[in-house]
């Protein structure tokens, strides 16, 4: 446990990078990871489902990978790498992703949002091109209410299409049904 | 959220024992993808949670000296699915830690956590003061009985929800424990406590024990293994019933092997008597067919779960044909 600096009685303190930048956090040792992005760091783009690791809404990249930060104890991160969805912008431009997300209409309510990205991004990370297949799989973790998925895995090939240098565009069915 | 507790990170397998062994609410945590739904819903007491994630030698998959191989407690389950060597050697527990829960809980569930989890019984997590929690009777009797068992059931009738457990135990593993009183070696079989020898309890495991690794054998000659999982959802989901296979072959026809079900039982369940109808045989459709029946010979369904019969018996016969075929 990262002890240097003077730290509030009772409260655990740990050293974090979020979202690329190293960051100190002191909390009381039985909070989770997911409470503590929340209410410790204010950054509240990681939702709070069913707590339970059942829906997938509370998920973030710890060293690259995806979890689930309701499941996960804070202290348990201690020295490791957390993205969360406000890192996947540069300024203000977009990641691929939320670009292709909110073009397609990819999101409704947006409380699944936030996960569904981040394990998008974790997999093309490591697949540049998954097939259909692979992106069902890999999202399989996560629970969309509203959309029914299909806009969810298209947006997910239309932004690896672009990584890829493509120029590639919604389909016109994609974006007003089938006419 | 969860409630107060004090945390430690042992950084040796010595100060972990000693922890647990000081400390009557102590309980180790490797991934936490379990023991926090149980803090949380309050399932039992806990006061301090003792992390094993900053003791070395306990992650990781190598060979062993006699052909096996061993996997550190700590290994996730997302590796054991990944790895090459498991997936050659022991493809039976690979497809079960490649289809249990869902890619998040594989990155941070340990395949220690994973034998060692507890029930998911919904009375049990719930807030009802059943047997296995100290009270007088089990709720699944009366109540909501779907995904209870139909074997093994004694006064508590909750089935094992690990995929990899199965596995194990038909891949014929051995635990690796390390506790108060030095080290010691459990085959998979006999890791698990059925509810007529102590209701509560899941495992042989003493509250200052720690399991450090799993032992596979080598795999003998002509060994194949799978693990079929039947599950109410495409997406990710617990057994409702499913079969791990190790069968040794000779041609086409079985000489030894095992057969262990998932979701029927409070522990891993190896069927003997399906065992019995292959033996000696080669797996064509009346033999299949004739196993399914027998393993559901003494199967006794609660008042909602006589469905898992049917469906034993067609995982089971899938299973076989499909290991025959291959
Ligand atoms: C939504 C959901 C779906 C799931 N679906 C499946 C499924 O389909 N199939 C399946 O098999 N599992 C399933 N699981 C359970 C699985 O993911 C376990 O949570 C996970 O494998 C536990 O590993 P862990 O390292 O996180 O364990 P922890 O939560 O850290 O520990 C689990 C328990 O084991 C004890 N323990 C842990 N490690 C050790 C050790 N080395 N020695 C002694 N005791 C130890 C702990 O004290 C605790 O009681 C599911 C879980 C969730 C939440
Ligand atoms: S809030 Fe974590 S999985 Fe639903
Ligand atoms: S957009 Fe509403 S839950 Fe997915």
Same mark, same amino acid.
């Given at each position: 446990m990262a002890s240097r600096r003077r730290k509030p009685a009772g409260k655990a303190q740990i050293s974090l990078v979020v979202n690329g930048e190293p960051t100190e956090v002191a909390f009381s040792p039985h909070k989770t990871l997911l409470e503590v992005l929340r209410e410790d760091l204010g950054l509240t783009g990681t939702k709070h489902g069913c707590e339970l690791g059942e829906c997938g809404t509370c998920t973030v990249l710890l060293d690259g990978q995806p979890v689930l930060s309701c499941l996960a104890l804070a202290l348990a991160c201690d020295g490791k790498r957390v993205e969360t969805v406000e890192g996947m912008a540069r300024g203000a431009v977009l990641h691929p992703l939320q670009e292709t997300f909110a073009d397609l209409g990819a999101a409704q309510c947006g409380y699944c949002t936030p996960g569904f990205l981040l394990v998008a991004k974790a997999l093309l990370e490591e697949n540049p091109s998954p097939t259909r297949d692979q992106i069902k799989q890999a999202l399989a973790g996560n629970l969309c209410r509203c959309t029914g998925y299909l806009k969810i895995y298209e947006a997910v090939e239309l932004a690896a299409a672009r990584m890829q240098g493509e120029e590639a565009e919604a389909k016109e069915e994609t974006l007003y049904g089938r006419r | 959220m969860l409630p107060k507790f004090s945390y430690v990170r042992a950084t040796s397998l010595d100060e972990a024992v000693r922890l647990l062994s000081s400390d009557d609410g102590a309980r180790v945590c490797a991934g936490g993808s379990d023991l926090l739904g149980c803090l949380r819903d309050q399932v039992f007491e806990c006061s301090r949670v003792v992390s094993l994630t900053g003791i070395d030698g306990l992650r990781g998959i190598a060979r062993t000296r006699d052909g096996g191989v061993r996997i550190g407690a700590l290994t996730t389950i997302a590796d054991v699915a990944a790895d090459p060597t498991i997936n050659q050697s022991y493809p039976g527990l690979a497809q079960a830690a490649g289809e249990l829960a869902s890619p998040q809980l594989r990155n941070q569930g340990t395949i220690g956590g994973n034998i060692c989890q507890k029930p998911r019984c919904w009375y049990y997590r719930g807030d009802f003061d059943c047997l296995r929690k100290g009270g007088t009777t089990c709720h699944a009797? #009366? +109540?909501?009985?779907?995904?209870?068992?139909?074997?093994? +059931?004694?006064?508590?009738?909750?089935?094992?929800?690990? %995929?990899?457990?199965?596995?194990?135990?038909?891949?014929?593993?051995?635990?690796?424990?390390?506790?108060?009183?030095?080290?010691?070696?459990?085959? /998979?079989?006999?890791?698990?406590?059925?509810?007529?020898? %102590?209701?509560?309890?899941?495992?042989?495991?003493?509250?200052?024990?720690?399991?450090?690794?799993?032992?596979?054998?080598?795999?003998?000659?002509? /060994?194949?293994?799978?693990?079929?999982?039947?599950?109410?959802? +495409?997406?990710? %989901?617990?057994?409702? &019933? =499913?079969?791990?296979? *190790?069968?040794?072959?000779?041609?086409?026809?079985?000489?030894?092997?095992?057969?262990?079900?998932?979701? #029927? #039982?409070?522990?891993?369940?190896?069927?003997?008597?399906?065992?019995?109808?292959?033996? =000696?045989?080669?797996? $064509?459709?009346?033999?299949?067919?004739?196993?399914?029946?027998?393993? /559901?010979? $003494?199967?006794?369904?609660?008042?909602?779960?006589?469905?898992?019969?049917?469906?034993?018996?067609?995982?089971?016969?899938? *299973?076989?044909?499909?290991? +025959?075929? &291959?």
């Open positions: - | 009797v #009366a +109540g909501e009985s779907e995904f209870h068992c139909i074997l093994g +059931g004694a006064g508590c009738f909750v089935v094992h929800p690990s %995929d990899t457990a199965p596995a194990l135990v038909a891949l014929q593993a051995t635990v690796r424990i390390a506790g108060r009183r030095g080290t010691r070696s459990v085959p /998979m079989e006999e890791f698990y406590v059925l509810p007529n020898q %102590d209701v509560r309890r899941e495992t042989v495991l003493e509250p200052h024990e720690i399991v450090t690794e799993i032992v596979l054998p080598r795999p003998a000659a002509g /060994m194949r293994s799978s693990y079929h999982k039947v599950r109410a959802r +495409g997406a990710w %989901d617990f057994a409702l &019933a =499913g079969v791990a296979l *190790a069968l040794q072959f000779s041609g086409n026809r079985v000489t030894a092997g095992r057969v262990v079900l998932s979701g #029927a #039982a409070p522990t891993p369940w190896r069927s003997r008597e399906a065992e019995e109808a292959i033996i =000696g045989k080669q797996l $064509d459709a009346a033999t299949a067919a004739a196993a399914g029946r027998a393993a /559901m010979e $003494d199967a006794v369904p609660l008042r909602r779960n006589g469905y898992k019969i049917p469906l034993f018996q067609g995982v089971i016969e899938e *299973a076989l044909l499909a290991i +025959g075929r &291959a």
